[in-house]
């Protein structure tokens, strides 16, 4: 599959989120229907997503996977259909910003979108989960009370993208990854980590589908505030 074939979906603009609407009505069947790999959240913030293999899980603020309905409703959440075209096997420890730095030399282009797979044994993994809540009550302020979790010598996959910071507006700009033990039953947004044995596939993305949601929520919200340093604070 060439860069111009794959298309990155996005269900909503990532700015809606920073704004507190916490509500859309696309459903998990329509996000499988357009990808099976990808991360994104659920209806109240009610946990972080992971799509690996065209199997959706929900990783609740308990740190702990659960199984997820096709009714499931998702207000942010993007999703491709994996098909890398290169990949790279990394055997020595690495840590976090010697990662970052091994990723930067690997994409081509810090203008295009990219999916990206980690997966192997992580010496040292650290994620969050965001706790359910109410809407309307600002991403910023939810990101500061949620709940950690670290993992040691541990295998899994780190699902995710880079976003091009011209983007900011549309999804979380930069890397993005979200972790999912091999047993399928933890994970998280990821934080940090420390892989020593992975294998990392990489997917050129060209295309780009944003949907508008529908509800009267999104349309009168007000989406004009600049939520770049907001989005910084929330994700990273
Ligand atoms: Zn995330």
């Given at each position: ?6 298309l990155?979906y ?27 790999f990808?991360?994104?959240t659920f ?11 065209g ?12 199984a997820?309905?096709?009714e ?5 959440a ?14 020595q ?16 282009s ?12 992580f ?6 989960s965001?706790?359910r809540?109410?809407?309307?009550r600002?991403?910023?302020?939810v ?5 950690e ?8 996959t ?6 091009p ?5 549309v999804?979380?700009p ?11 039953r ?6 940090e980590?420390?892989?020593?044995h ?14 508008l ?24």
């Amino acid at each position: 599959m060439t860069a111009q074939n794959s298309l990155l979906y996005i269900s909503a603009p990532v700015n809606a989120l920073v704004e507190g609407l916490y509500r859309e009505d696309t459903t998990i069947a329509d996000i499988l229907a357009r990808g099976d790999f990808g991360i994104g959240t659920f209806n109240d913030l009610d946990g972080e997503m992971v799509v690996l293999d065209g199997v959706v899980y929900q990783l609740r603020s308990d740190g702990i996977a659960y199984a997820v309905t096709p009714e499931t409703r998702t207000p942010f959440a993007c999703v491709t259909f994996f098909r890398p075209y290169s990949e790279e096997e990394i055997d020595q420890p690495l840590d976090y910003p010697g990662l970052l730095a091994l990723f930067d030399r690997l994409l081509p282009s810090k203008n295009m979108l990219y999916a990206l797979r980690l997966q192997g044994f992580f010496d040292y993994v650290r994620t969050r989960s965001v706790p359910r809540q109410d809407a309307y009550r600002p991403l910023v302020e939810v990101a500061r009370e949620q709940p950690e979790f670290e993992f040691e010598r541990i295998e899994g996959t780190l699902v995710g993208y880079w976003t091009p910071n011209f983007m900011q507006s549309v999804a979380v700009p930069g890397y993005h990854l979200h972790f999912l033990t091999a047993d399928k039953r933890h994970g998280g947004h990821l934080l940090e980590c420390r892989p020593r044995h992975i294998r990392i596939s990489l997917q050129h993305i060209a295309r780009l589908e944003l949907g508008l949601p529908l509800t009267l929520d999104y349309l009168t919200a007000d989406l004009g505030r600049d939520t770049s340093q907001d989005l910084r604070e929330a994700e990273h």
